[in-house]
């Protein structure tokens, strides 16, 4: 019997142990979760921190944009109306085939104009006119 109360003995020793370790276990458990609620609240404050800095700062972004389109859209009321400058130049192969048929380019007029281009046809005629409007050649 007495093995058997020498191993009651060392069995309730053991229980008392594990307890023991439960207890520092639980208590570090606790201690951990107050120390992660602690810096939940850190990392939340600093990402609202960001937040607030970059809302802000695209803020001002947004108003600068909105200042800057306000003043470029002044600027062309302010301006008299004005057509944008017509093209200067014509192509070379237009021009190379008005040379042939005795136009110059100084002075077209429109009859000889129609003339020379009677050899063309509609859409061609119709391409080569319009190149010359463009290019202020003709009225």
Same mark, same amino acid.
């Not at 301006?79 to 944008?84: A, H, L, Y």
């Not at 192509?91 to 048929?101: E, G, R």
């Given at each position: 019997?007495?093995?058997?109360?020498?191993n009651m003995?060392?069995l309730?020793?053991?229980?008392e142990?594990l307890?023991?370790?439960?207890e520092?276990?639980?208590?570090?458990?606790?201690?951990? =979760?107050?120390?992660m609620?602690?810096?939940?609240?850190?990392i939340r404050?600093?990402?609202?921190?960001v937040?607030?800095?970059?809302?802000?700062?695209?803020?001002?972004k947004?108003?600068?944009?909105?200042?800057?389109?306000a003043?470029?859209?002044?600027?062309i009321?302010?301006?008299?109306?004005?057509?944008?400058?017509?093209r200067? +130049?014509?192509?070379?192969?237009?021009v190379?085939?008005?040379?042939k048929?005795?136009?110059?380019?100084e002075?077209?007029?429109?009859g000889?104009?129609? +003339?020379?281009? +009677?050899?063309?046809?509609l859409?061609q005629r119709?391409? =080569?006119k319009?190149q010359?409007l463009?290019?202020? =050649?003709v009225?």
């Amino acid at each position: 019997m007495e093995t058997q109360g020498e191993n009651m003995g060392t069995l309730s020793e053991s229980l008392e142990r594990l307890e023991a370790r439960i207890e520092a276990a639980a208590s570090l458990f606790e201690r951990t =979760v107050a120390m992660m609620e602690e810096r939940d609240g850190d990392i939340r404050r600093m990402v609202a921190t960001v937040e607030n800095s970059r809302e802000s700062e695209l803020q001002k972004k947004l108003e600068a944009a909105e200042q800057q389109i306000a003043e470029l859209r002044a600027q062309i009321e302010a301006r008299p109306e004005s057509k944008p400058s017509p093209r200067k +130049t014509i192509p070379a192969s237009t021009v190379q085939f008005l040379s042939k048929q005795g136009i110059a380019l100084e002075n077209v007029e429109a009859g000889a104009l129609d +003339t020379a281009l +009677t050899g063309l046809s509609l859409e061609q005629r119709i391409a =080569v006119k319009a190149q010359l409007l463009r290019a202020g =050649v003709v009225a």
